[in-house]
């Protein structure tokens, strides 16, 4: 595991995240929000995409789930993991079995010397504002020409989007206003300065994002989640159809490197 120092905003998140680490856990990693996660981030994010003998590295990657399930499904995948959080890196490689490297993506000194043929993130781009324009240059960097960069964010288009702005203000448990907000998919595409173009972009995200995704946010007991989670599931299966991009939490993308 490599070391590299956090500076900035970014050590206000490294703490944020150290804080957060065990009850992010729990959370976010509950067998119904893992479901969530297969269904309305996991399979969008990777259609039509074979990674086997792929190098991939997940970004802002916690403690790997989301990379265990890339291990899974593509037995034959290279996985590293990317983040900020020591504990987080330490637990990724346990659980992986795959190295993660510590790294602040908002350091512009931070570069690592790896390529990768895919890079992905999964709410992790919304915590990384303190620069956002560095973050993609770094991610540019890690790339091979061709490569992509597949992400899953807040969308700041949502029509409760200025609700959530006050929310993050206020709860400042599970928040850092200073250093995370909903993006704007056509805006942060602006600031990548032509190192990518646009292969697709997905909006959704509504009842089960809110209660399963973001339950951790809400509150909402374990058991309530587990009770609640088939209806739901449902519930968001439906809402997704919606057309409307102000209807929906969240966006996912995939981006070629040029």
Not at 88 to 95: L, S, V
Not at 138 to 153: C, F, Q, T
Not at 223 to 248: D, G, I, M, Y
Request: neutral net charge; hydrophobic residues 40%.
């Amino acid at each position: 595991m490599s070391d590299t120092r956090a500076t900035g905003l970014g050590m206000r998140q490294q703490a944020h995240f150290e804080t957060l680490h065990s009850l992010y856990e729990r959370h976010q990693y509950h067998p119904a929000v893992m479901e969530y996660r297969r269904r309305f981030i996991y399979e969008p994010m990777f259609r039509g995409m074979d990674l086997n003998g792929a190098r991939v590295v997940e970004l802002c990657s916690g403690s790997g789930h989301n990379s265990v399930y890339l291990k899974e499904r593509f037995p034959g995948v290279s996985l590293t993991g990317l983040d900020i959080s020591r504990t987080a890196c330490t637990d990724y490689e346990t659980r992986v079995g795959a190295p993660c490297k510590l790294l602040d993506l908002t350091d512009p000194t931070g570069k690592i010397t790896d390529t990768f043929d895919i890079a992905f993130v999964v709410g992790g781009l919304h915590h990384c504002i303190a620069d956002l324009e560095v973050v993609l240059s770094n991610i540019a960097a890690m790339l091979k020409p061709g490569g992509h960069l597949v992400m899953m964010e807040p969308s700041s288009q949502f029509f409760l989007d200025p609700v959530r702005k006050l929310w993050y203000r206020l709860d400042k448990q599970m928040f850092d206003v200073e250093t995370e907000r909903a993006l704007n998919h056509e805006e942060l595409f602006a600031m990548t300065k032509g190192n990518f173009q646009i292969e697709s972009v997905e909006f959704f995200g509504g009842p089960g994002c809110a209660f399963i995704l973001n339950g951790m946010i809400f509150r909402i007991p374990l058991r309530v989640k587990s009770f609640t989670a088939p209806l739901l599931l449902q519930a968001e299966a439906a809402w997704n159809r919606l057309p409307w991009r102000a209807c929906h939490f969240l966006f996912v993308a995939r981006w070629k490197r040029t």
